[in-house]
């Protein structure tokens, strides 16, 4: 099975040591993903510090798959922009000194092209960025919402400084009843990252997140589709809400490598 299964460690609340023991007791993974705002400090990691992280994650049986990394308000709100876009230069940076290839990167909600000015700005931004990554090494991987496969498509036509890529998310697509093999499908030829979470859709157009499972998603269907796709990248089972958390991640890990076992 080349699929391979991580951690978000940041589900799981606990310092990071403690969730990376604990990621590397759970069946079938062999993977992290650390939150280089909330769990990492970009700017302190010496080279002693990233030979104590590597050391500690081998110990655990596990490799470092990618780091995740959100801003606070959207690229394309002026406010303190220069501020975000040099933080998320510096988790570039770290993935860099990690040698771990993908920063998966939560930038909000994708701007329509008539949006003319939030459009182009976040271009212009996401420009910048996709630069700095290709010189380090780093590919950005975007986290869309619930906005057509189009629009996704035509805004990452816009980005020529460098590979950008997608982390499909089907929580975060759910709110617009979309299909959600079909989107992958559509998207196969950005997507570089999978976050496997699970929801249903409220009374309100929203989604609430929920065990993997026990949601919306199809995830024979879906798995089926990242086989047909040829995705040959990371699982990473995350958990944002609930009382039990490391049991629910087990929970998925223990049922999706059931799923891909009778593949």
Known sequence: MRLRFAIATSSLNLPLRAAIKAAGSLPGVTGVRIDARQELKPGEMSQTGKRELLLYLNEHG??????GFSV?????????LDRRVAATREAINLASLLKVPRLSLRVGRIPAADETD??????????????HGNHVGVTLALIPGAES????????????TGPIAVDFDPARALAE???????????????AEFTARDAVRDFTGGVEETPLGRGEVIWDELLATLMEIDYRSWITLQRTTGE???QDLERAATYLQRILGEF
């Open 177 to 191: 009843g979309v299909n959600l093999p079909g989107r992958l499908r559509a998207l196969h030829a950005y997507v």
């Open 72 to 80: 606070r308000r959207a690229f394309y709100d002026q406010a303190d």
């Open 62 to 67: 596990l490799q470092l798959s990618s780091l």
């Open 244 to 246: 039990n958390r490391l």
């Open 118 to 131: 939030a459009f182009s700005l976040l271009a212009e931004t996401l420009n910048d960025l996709t630069r």
């Open 149 to 160: 496969v189009d629009q996704i498509a035509q805004f990452l036509d816009q980005i020529r």
